[in-house]
């Protein structure tokens, strides 16, 4: 009897599916497997459930996003030097007419203009759309078959309510979640939802499955985004929309809030620093100036305040930073990273843990033969991949050996070739398969032996087969012998028989079904004790970790009839066992143990079984002495604060799902961890997203992962996350390099600034707009060059940057200060000894000024040879390994040269053509920054020599 349900009355979509029988769920969602649901049935459960879809959250608009780029708290300080600026002009054309700088408004354009520019920059780096809900949304069928009032007919997809009887067959992807009532030799590939490759065989089941049953794991249900391999099935639909198991990786998506990355954070704190340092400053001359000289001075005491405000900002850090991200991911595309948000080029470096998947990336994502055994013997075989090159080695002499001169051996690779619907072909220097993976890696091995497919095929041509079926567990072919030569190889030279029988699939099945055995040329009966020691040597293999495959033959004087199979597949000659595995990338090992030398902890997140994902992790290294294996159904009875306390000691997470993977990032960075987090599925999206930086697999990897990922990997190689970390390591080192050079000479710049109405100066010794110029080009160019500086060799022996670090850390802030005072003391000097001499009869009294101007510009070129290392000399240091710098060195100096020399540039800076000697003057003072930077580099390696 099936229910009839009200709208008040429709059952939950959030029930536990898979633990209920068949006859439960249609009586539970009142519905008929032969009928379906009427017409207006299924409209009011559309007016109930609502629309089969993903639903999406609605995000900033690109307007909030460009108006949050002007709260940055230095641009609002150089938005309000502006207005003051602006005002300042409008006072003096009302006064005299005119502006001293002759141009109105000209410091107010310009740094309104540096302003927009840098507001721009960020809103460009910021309206990336994030299309992760949109990827999940085409995961679902546009159109799906259904039976209502009886028939079968075509429905859009977002019509599909709970309740529906939905028909699919090979080649469909699912769009709703359901149970499956009927089916027939179903099989559905889930790596969208589990991230496995191999198909899931589904089952009707009278019984349900146990509470905890993992996703991968539940055999009576099908999934929406999943792909049907396989055979055809009905199923009545259990949830829709939002609440399938794609719609809760959804819901987790929208959950997941963006947090600043390391650099972001260190930016807003330089941005704290420098403003207020400013505004104190500013307070401390204006209040000191006005103490000394009275309010007369005021004018000029915030004009001077203005450049001191002016002085104290970077402008130009912004466009360095963003050009040495882009220049970073160039180098990362060389290094297989492609960067898709350009602040995680620099949140790498700081990456201690790195959470990887198994398939694809530590592996090869190919299965490969690693051991047969025979009754003859046990050998290892060489090799990667499906290319058909290595050798078999005896395991117990230790050598290498032909495989012709073993007949069971032979006879097995035989076996592997002929019973077989794979392809395996070459592309290049590529070998591919075309077919099932396990069939293609027993190809692989007969190559390793000099068989080949092409030849045995058309030797001897396959008449006759049994499918493989998962109630049969194996697969049979027969072939006839060949008509030209000798009718079959040398290893069956016995009886005149016209067919074999070539069969292979579960080790246990086959050997009940064998009489005999193969040794050498000869078949002899198989004892119960030989039976014992093929069980024995499959139990081996099978706690290595490796997929095993029994092999046998059998002579036959006819071609049984398809429906004999029983009795055909019955008496055979055992050949002997293949063990084969995803075999770990042969780099992967050597990256691991690169990570751990550089501080970062590599861990196992996969859906695979544990026994072989901690055999995988043993070969590598990922698993110590003292760390531990946790299942998914262990993970799911643990708390939150519970999985925090064991994330320390766990290296490999096996069997887990989506909300899994999510909560092991989150417990991870409640532990102050900075997490890389590797994907491909739908179902690592959260987790991606969550991460600090979500890699997601270029050539195996969902839209919907890489939409949600920082970086796509585009080898899917474990070793290319070790490469871009390093380059990570390397960009932040040389942000740190430019940055103390950029706000070295800033800080200088606002000391002699403030010094001068202090000195009794008349004047402010440097205008905005020159100060533009400093920050911008004398500045801006030299520190695009330290960029690209070369990386130092150790950077990976020493451990990753904290993420909580300031961006002042390890030195930068009292190298800044320092270096600022010492700028001061040089230019200050030159400033009164300018003053001094430029009030002399028949000198030009405002020159002082552009000495000023000139020796803090050429200082700086110094300063960036001497900043390239903190502990070499420049002497030391190859000249030609970074040739960027001494371009940007003499092209500044050219250009600052410009400014004093060429007429019209002269009249817009408001600079003064000096003389030989000033020039030469301006370059001797400048010339003490290098000294003095390189001075401190030897009074530093004598201090640590004399420690030592």
């Known amino acids: 009897m099936i ?101 109105p408004f000209k410091d107010t354009i310009a740094i309104f203009s540096i302003v927009i520019l840098n507001g721009l920059l960020g809103y460009l780096q910021e309206t990336r759309a994030e299309k992760a809900l949109a990827a999940l949304k085409k995961l679902s069928s546009p159109q799906v078959q259904v039976i209502r009032e009886g028939k079968r007919q075509e429905v859009d997809a977002p019509l599909l309510v709970p309740g529906d009887i939905i028909l699919v067959e090979a080649g469909d992807t699912l769009c709703a979640d359901g149970q499956i009532i009927e089916g027939s030799h179903l099989q559905i590939r889930e790596s969208a939802l589990t991230g496995e490759a191999h198909a899931v065989e589904k ?3 009278t019984q349900g499955l146990q509470e905890d049953t993992p996703i991968g794991d539940r055999v009576n249900m099908v999934f929406t985004g999943t792909e049907v391999i396989q055979g055809r099935a009905k199923a009545v639909v259990t949830g829709t929309g939002m609440d399938t198991e794609l719609g809760k990786i959804a819901e987790m998506l929208q959950s997941v809030e963006t947090e600043e990355t390391p650099l972001q954070r260190r930016m807003t704190q330089l941005g704290s620093v420098l403003v207020t340092g400013s505004l104190v400053m500013v307070a401390l001359v204006v209040v000191g100036g006005t103490l000394k000289a009275g309010w007369g001075l005021l004018q000029e005491l915030i004009e001077i305040s203005l450049s001191m405000a002016v002085a104290v900002v970077p402008e130009g850090l912004p466009a360095v930073i963003t050009v040495t991200l882009a220049l970073g991911t160039q180098r990362m595309v060389k290094r297989h990273a492609l960067i898709r948000k350009l602040p995680a080029v620099e949140t790498l470096g700081s990456v201690n843990v790195i959470c990887s998947d198994k398939t694809g990336t530590l592996t090869q994502n190919k299965m490969v033969v690693q051991e047969v055994e025979t009754l003859e013997g046990n050998y290892q075989v060489t090799g990667t991949g499906y290319e058909p090159v290595g050798e078999f080695i005896c395991s117990e002499a230790k050598s290498s050996i032909r495989c012709s001169r073993f007949g069971a051996l032979e006879a097995l690779l035989f076996t592997g070739v002929l019973c077989n619907d794979a392809h395996l072909s070459q592309e290049g220097n590529d070998w591919n398969i075309m077919g099932d993976p396990t069939e293609g890696s027993l190809l692989a091995l007969a190559g390793k032996a000099e068989l080949q497919q092409s030849v045995l095929e ?81 139990n081996g293999m099978a706690k290595r970790a490796l997929r095993v495959l029994g092999l046998a033959y059998k002579p036959l004087e006819q071609i049984p009839d398809a429906t004999e199979a029983e009795e055909a597949e019955q008496g055979l000659v055992w050949l002997g066992l293949v063990g084969m595995m995803d075999a770990p990338r042969p780099e992967v090992k050597a990256a691991v143990a690169k990570c751990r030398a550089a501080g970062i902890r590599p861990i196992m997140i996969t859906g695979d079984h544990q026994v072989t994902a901690q055999a995988i992790a043993q070969q590598l290294g990922i698993i110590q002495a003292e760390d531990h294996i946790l299942g998914g159904r262990e993970l799911e009875k643990l708390s939150q604060p519970q999985l925090e306390e064991e994330v320390e000691r766990v290296s490999v997470y096996a069997r887990v799902s989506p909300e899994h993977k999510l909560r092991i990032v989150q417990a991870l960075q409640k532990r102050n961890k900075f997490v890389a987090m590797t994907g491909d599925g739908v179902n690592d999206a959260p987790a991606l997203k969550q991460a600090d930086i979500g890699i997601a697999m270029g050539i195996t990897g969902t839209d919907v992962s890489k939409e949600a ?67 911008l ?32 850390a390890r030195g930068l802030g009292s190298y800044i200060v320092r270096i600022g005072i010492i700028f001061s003391i040089v230019t200050i000097t030159l400033m009164r000894w300018a003053f001094n001499d430029a009030q002399q009869p028949g000198h030009d009294p405002e020159s002082w000024k552009t000495m000023v101007f000139t020796t803090l510009c050429i200082a700086q070129m110094g300063h960036a040879i001497a900043a390239r290392s903190s502990t070499r000399l420049a002497i030391e240091m190859n000249p030609f390994s970074n040739l960027y710098l001494w371009a940007a060195v003499i092209v500044t100096t050219i250009l600052q040269l410009m400014l004093v020399y060429v007429a019209p540039l002269r009249a ?30 030897i009074i530093l390696r004598l201090y640590r020599k004399f420690k030592h």
């Open 3 to 103: 229910k009839s349900y009200s709208a008040h009355t429709l059952p939950q979509q959030k029930q536990s599916w898979h633990t209920y029988s068949v006859a439960k769920t249609l009586e539970t969602l009142g519905t008929n497997p032969q009928s379906g649901l009427d017409t207006e049935n299924a409209a009011q459960r559309q007016q109930h459930y609502g629309r089969n879809e993903i639903e999406e959250s609605a995000g900033r608009s690109n307007w909030e996003i460009l108006l949050d780029q002007f709260t940055n708290i230095m641009l609002i300080m150089l938005i309000v030097v502006a207005i003051i600026s602006g005002i300042l002009d409008i006072v003096e054309l009302r006064n005299s007419g005119t502006t001293k700088s002759g141009l």
């Open 203 to 205: 089952n009707i089941l």
């Open 709 to 775: 990922s920082d970086m796509v990997l585009l080898d899917d190689n474990f070793a290319s996350i070790v490469a871009a970390t390093e380059e990570g390591r390397v960009v932040y080192s040389n942000i740190r390099h430019f940055i103390k050079y950029i706000l070295g000479s800033n800080v200088g710049e606002v000391i002699t600034i403030a010094a001068a109405p202090l000195m009794g100066l008349s004047g402010v010794p440097l205008i905005p707009l020159q100060i533009l110029w400093m920050n």
């Open 458 to 538: 058309k030797q001897y041509a396959r008449v006759g087969e049994f499918p493989f079926t998962s109630e049969r567990k194996r697969m049979s072919t027969i072939c006839q012998g060949s008509q030209t030569g000798d009718r079959w190889p040398s290893w069956q030279s016995q009886g005149d028989h016209q067919y074999l029988l070539f069969t292979k699939g579960s080790p246990e099945l086959i050997l009940e079904r064998c009489q005999y055995y193969q040794q050498g040329k000869r078949v002899h009966p198989l004892t119960e004790e030989q039976k014992e020691q093929v069980l024995r040597g499959n």
């Open 908 to 937: 817009f800076f408001n600079t003064r053509m000096l003389t030989g000697e000033q020039l030469v003057i301006c370059l001797l003072f400048s010339s003490l920054m290098f000294v003095w930077v390189e001075f401190e580099k």
């Open 777 to 808: 080009v004398t500045d801006g160019l030299p520190a695009l060059a330290l960029a690209v500086e070369p990386a130092d060799p150790h950077i990976m022996e020493r451990p990753p940057s904290s993420p909580q670090e300031s961006i002042f």
